[in-house]
């Protein structure tokens, strides 16, 4: 049966989510960040117009087909997982005082403290890539996540809750390449905790918040 314009999903770039005026990340450093989304959410949609150009031309078997359906989880997580990390920035000096996401971190890891120094170690991994705070959508269970590149550490179906972007072009615009303890510092007090506290009521309720 012919349909009449399956095609694909086309992405914009998420204006709204960049972040301005942050703590100790400049706005020069946030805009080379920025053009880097901008390359994900092009490349996504790139790969779904070849995908779709080589399916009409009955090219599912072909070797430029496995290539970009290779590429695929690399560029959507790219593009994904900046619009949760540029959505949970913000210069609000916001602390985690209370409500269901602290108990949870309690429960999962004792108290705020461990968890966040989980996190941070999490973050420091020896790879590019990112720290996720996930949680278990089954379970309500929180986790901490390395992340190697952009694909190599998801779990299925977890929620991110938290997402903190490692790889150097996050932060060699500020800092030197030894610099990431000191970005990772400055993330930690732009965090967006109620943008955090929203996503992990939302899995208590069995919904899953949107990324914009
Ligand atoms: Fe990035």
């Not at 403290?113 to 989980?118: E, I, V």
Request: aromatic letters at 12%; charged letters at 25%.
């Amino acid at each position: 049966m012919e349909s009449a314009t399956p095609k694909y999903h086309l992405y914009d770039v998420r204006e709204e989510l960049k972040p301005q005026n942050l703590l100790e990340i400049s706005s020069e450093q946030i805009d080379d960040h920025w053009n880097l989304y901008k390359g994900y959410v092009k490349q996504v949609n790139t790969l779904n117009e070849e995908l779709l150009k080589l399916r009409e031309a009955g090219e599912v078997s072909s070797l430029a087909y496995a290539d970009r359906r290779r590429r695929y989880g690399f560029e959507y997580n790219g593009m994904v997982l900046h619009e949760y990390y540029f959505g949970n920035l913000k210069n609000n000096q916001n602390e985690l005082e209370s409500g269901d996401l602290l108990k949870a971190m309690a429960q999962s890891f004792g108290c705020y403290n461990t968890w966040k120094k989980d996190f941070e170690a999490a973050a420091k991994s020896r790879a590019i890539g990112w720290a996720i705070l996930y949680a278990d959508a089954t379970t309500g269970a929180l986790t901490n996540h390395f992340i190697a590149e952009h694909g190599n550490g998801n779990v299925a179906g977890f929620i991110p809750v938290l997402v903190l972007d490692v790889w150097e072009h996050a932060y060699m615009v500020d800092h030197l390449a030894s610099g990431r303890g000191d970005y990772i510092a400055a993330f930690m007090k732009n965090i967006n905790w109620d943008k955090a506290q929203e996503r992990y009521d939302d899995v208590l309720r069995g919904k899953l918040t949107p990324r914009f």
